[in-house]
T-cell receptor, first 116, second 113 residues
């Protein structure tokens, strides 16, 4: 099945700097890659996603890039703010079998700390 | 976006008792819902996939007799932790897919004493 590796596990940046989180996946058939932000004690919230027919997607200060050949995708946050501090999870959609819709496989998460 | 609710938000129970957690899709129908468990400072681990009208699919290592899942309608899935023990204490989160995006419930924090 699908395996997702995420790095780094912790990331500390100064307010205003950029932050980059990287993930790799193993199943070349995976075609959907969402990123979730989870604040302490709360549910994961989708912040951006990308499909395998696109190489890059941007939404204001956040962007995601996908390299299908290398099987890796990255989250880029520019002009970081203290409220960006949270745990970020990448995920890859694992294909289903026998008619099932498949499911998301998550990376281990990156704890981002933005220092004012 | 779509809304997924979960109840209760937290529960404390004695060892050996059973606990039921409900997951509802409020404004859409979900033939499939997912149940995750998250231990402190760890990632979300898929426990099982709940299918409306049929048996749930459990991930390897998850005991189906201990974690009973019932997907009785297109908007409700329940997870029952039977004979709970302290090692079952965790954050349980459900999710459902709407328009190819997976939305998560707010989670249920379970503490077994």
């Amino acid at each position: 099945g699908e395996n997702v590796e995420q790095h780094p596990s912790t990331l500390s940046v100064q307010e205003g700097d950029s932050a980059v989180i990287k993930c790799t996946y193993s199943d070349s058939a995976s075609n959907y890659f969402p990123w979730y932000k989870q604040e302490l004690g709360k549910r994961p919230q989708l912040i951006i996603d990308i499909r395998s027919n696109v190489g890059e997607k941007k939404d204001q200060r956040i962007a995601v890039t996908l390299n299908k050949t290398a099987k890796h995708f990255s989250l880029h946050i520019t002009e970081t703010q203290p409220e960006d501090s949270a745990v970020y999870f990448c995920a890859a959609h694992q294909r289903g079998y026998g008619g099932s819709q498949g499911n998301l496989i998550f990376g281990k998460g990156t704890k981002l700390s933005v220092k004012p | 976006g779509a809304v997924v609710s979960q109840h209760p938000s937290w529960v404390i129970c004695k060892s050996g008792t059973s606990v039921k957690i409900e997951c509802r899709s409020l404004d859409f129908q979900a033939t499939t819902m997912f149940w995750y468990r998250q231990f402190p400072k760890q990632s979300l681990m898929l426990m099982a996939t709940s299918n409306e009208g049929s048996k749930a699919t459990y991930e390897q290592g998850v005991e189906k007799d201990k974690f009973l899942i019932n997907h009785a309608s297109l908007t409700l899935s329940t997870l029952t932790v039977t004979s709970a023990h302290p090692e079952d204490s965790s954050f349980y989160i459900c999710s459902a897919t709407y328009l190819e995006t997976q939305y998560f419930g707010p989670g249920t924090r379970l503490l077994v004493l």
